[in-house]
């Protein structure tokens, strides 16, 4: 991969000879893993404008029509997490001579703020090609990464680095977007625009307080419901395609309409679409009526039934739902086009045809792309000489991809299958995993947050999602922690697990692949990303960041994690401790700024109202701990909270204490159960809670950097 400094450029032809589709990849980190930025994109004209408002792609237009450009999200990786952005270079129109690639914070946060900010370009089959990372970054609120440029039929890259302090709407407004402005300073669904909330809003921020009149706020005009504000982080710097709204058009306007009229134009605040979760009222006499489905899942006799009844629903859905195809091939470099899907193929090979579980094909302007798919169900492992077959058979017939399908969670750095791959070929296979787990993750996020064309591909989605999370489709997710769960949890009990010992790097790889899927699991019932937090340096080997964790795990007999859900401070911190068989759920919350401690601790405790008594909630100090006890005991008398020494308070510590199961998960005692159980009850119970306190300190900082200002 080569690296490029500030301002270089290079011809992507010379890095790759398959440039025609790329991924493009952003990413940062942060030493306490908040914060956050959202990436958006710009097609430019040879006037270094966008041609309309079309070429503006960002949370509320995530993607072209024609699928040239489509925001794929946030991707876990080893570091952290990385937004990445599929550009089809071969369906730009001719008229657009520039892509910008950018990105931009929200919430008063700025880029100087977060640490190893990286833009990487890889070219379709996911080998890296370039890197460029940003050193300099200070107050930007916006940064134009990099831009890929037409130059004599050729696409180059240059990494430019450029920052602004005017947010989103300054970026866009420079390169000729009309931002639409709401007197109110919101939505049309009564979301706050963080980014630009303020006086200083759409402003450099050396300007920041002056004794102008305020800016209004940026907001969005979407046809559609909005999300309630408690499962949004609503920033300015929101991307999804937003219906446009009317603007007042200058009084000598050149394109011929009266003084007065209203024109449309761009909002950047973020909305999306919530389902009800309502289910309609039953028409059955009573329980024992089942209703009729589309996907039936009786006793199958045998896991072969399973894997291709299995293949067949989804392949059948995702052809049938187009957003729903897209969403599950683009990151693998699939165009967008029409798809069609197949099962059980017979595909020369030897003496002994060979038969995939399923083909994926999608047509786009004549040319086919194709991947071959291996499913497993239930806990069967993939087989490597398998897989290895069908990338030979790949590459012999000119395919582009092999996909395997598995309740296994893959992680960087430790494939699920070893492959050979013969150099001497010219065309490249790319060789992806799904996991069952991320297949219902993006089902659910497209029925019950973000939407789909029609009210049929929601029910096909609908019986998708019931067919995946029945107890009979061995489509469960990732659900044993291997063979050597039972000896490493004996060794931590009889003290004779020594660090080095491989099993130990095993448990914490099936620790990492368990903690993805409860990331999964969360955030398709939040409608967020929620990620796990690495706070390991990025560019670290992950083996041996493996290897330490795994030392860590037999000197003190914890297992650790992390996860934060997107657009949100809250970091949830899980620890299951092996020697005490108990799991603990816990969060950090800041205390407000200038409030009295009494009073603090009052609103703490009312805001806990429905937490459960056994809540554990422990005052933080600068430095140390302060008192501690529960929820039931505090309720009455929240002056225990208080330091007797008069030390200010930080924050609290709320902890919940669950018991782990002893079995390797699929039974209902088993650990994997007990930590999606104590993630689900802290979040729901406690986490869920806390926002009005937050929004509380919030307020409260906010109002005391005005006052040292403005006075």
């Known amino acids: 991969m080569q690296e490029l400094p500030k301002g270089a450029n290079v011809g992507l032809a010379s890095l790759s000879e398959d440039t025609g589709s790329v991924i493009v990849g952003l990413s940062w980190s942060s030493a306490t893993g908040d914060g956050d930025a959202d990436v958006s994109v710009l097609l430019l004209d040879g006037g270094g404008k966008v041609r309309s408002e079309a070429d503006f792609y960002f949370y509320n237009h995530p993607a072209a029509e024609d699928g040239s450009v489509q925001l794929l999200g946030k991707v876990p990786t080893e570091d952290g997490s990385e937004d990445r952005i599929s550009l089809d270079l071969t369906a730009i129109p001719a008229e657009v001579e520039k892509i910008l690639v950018a990105a931009s914070q929200y919430g008063g946060s700025s880029f100087g703020d977060l640490n190893d900010l990286r833009l990487s370009l890889a070219d379709r089959s996911g080998e890296a090609l370039l890197g460029f990372s940003i050193t300099d970054a200070t107050v930007e609120t916006a940064f134009i990464f990099g831009e890929l440029y037409r130059r004599n039929d050729e696409w180059k890259f240059r990494a430019v680095g450029q920052g602004y302090e005017t947010g989103l709407s300054g970026l866009a407004t420079d390169f000729g977007i009309d931002i639409a402005e709401d007197e109110e300073g919101g939505t049309d669904g009564g979301e706050a625009v963080g980014e630009a909330s303020g006086p200083s809003a759409g402003k450099p921020a050396a300007e920041g307080r002056s004794g102008d009149a305020p800016v209004p706020s940026p907001a969005v005009a979407v046809g559609i419901p909005t999300q309630p504000t408690a499962a949004a982080h609503s920033p300015a710097t929101a991307p999804e395609a937003a219906a446009p709204a009317e603007a007042p058009a200058p009084p000598d306007s050149s394109d011929g309409q009266p003084s007065g009229t209203r024109r449309r134009a761009t909002r950047t605040a973020k909305k999306k679409v919530t389902l009800p979760r309502t289910a309609k009222k039953s028409l059955a006499e009573n329980e024992s009526w089942k209703p009729a489905r589309l996907f039936p899942v009786p006793s199958y006799k045998s896991d072969r039934e399973r894997e291709v009844r299995a293949t067949s629903v989804l392949l059948s859905v995702m052809a049938e739902v187009p957003e729903f195809g897209r969403r599950l091939t683009a990151g693998f470099g699939a165009p967008a086009g029409r798809m069609q899907t197949f099962t059980e193929v017979s595909l020369p090979h030897g003496d002994t045809p060979k038969r995939p579980d399923g083909v994926i094909r999608v047509e786009r302007a004549g040319k086919l792309w194709t991947a071959l798919v291996e499913t497993k169900t239930n806990g069967n492992p993939l087989k490597s000489e398998q897989v290895q077959n069908y990338m030979d058979i790949a590459a012999r017939r000119g395919y582009e991809a092999v996909i395997t399908l598995s309740n296994d969670v893959a992680l960087e750095g430790t494939p699920l299958v070893e492959v050979k791959t013969d150099g001497r070929r010219k065309h490249k296979v790319s060789l992806w995993h799904l996991s069952w787990a991320e297949v219902a993750h993006q089902a659910q996020m497209l029925i019950r947050h973000e939407g789909v064309g029609n009210a049929a591909h929601v029910w096909l989605l609908q019986e998708l999602l019931h067919y995946l999370q029945h107890e009979n489709s061995g489509c469960h997710g990732f659900q044993n922690m291997g063979a050597s769960w039972v000896p490493v949890r004996n060794g931590i009990d009889d003290e004779t697990l020594g660090q080095g010992d491989p099993r130990a790097v095993e448990v914490v790889e099936s620790w990492e692949r368990l903690i993805r899927q409860v990331c999964l699991r969360l955030g398709g019932e939040l409608g967020q990303k929620a990620l796990p937090v ?128 002893n079995t390797r998960g699929a039974a209902e005692s088993g650990f994997i159960r007990s930590v999606d159980d104590a993630v689900d009850r802290f979040y729901g119970s406690v986490v869920a809670h806390i926002g009005p306190f937050e929004q509380r300190r919030a307020s409260r900082s906010k109002g005391s950097s005005e006052a040292v200002e403005v006075g």
């Open 534 to 661: 690495q706070r390991a340096q990025r560019g670290s080997d992950p083996k041996s960041r493996r290897a330490a964790l795994a030392d860590r795990l037999c000197e003190e007999g914890k297992l650790v994690a992390e996860l934060r859900i997107d657009g949100t401070q809250t970091v949830l911190s899980i620890t299951a401790d092996l020697r005490t068989g108990k799991i603990r759920t816990s969060v950090d919350v800041l205390a407000p700024n200038g409030g009295y401690p009494l009073a603090v601790a009052k609103r703490l405790v009312r805001v806990l109202d429905a937490a459960p008594a056994d809540l554990h909630v422990e005052t933080l100090i600068e430095g140390r701990t302060g008192p501690r006890g529960t929820l039931e005991r505090l309720r009455p008398e929240p002056a225990d909270l208080l330091p007797k020494d008069g030390a200010a308070m930080t924050g609290f510590r709320l902890s919940l204490f669950k018991g782990m199961g």
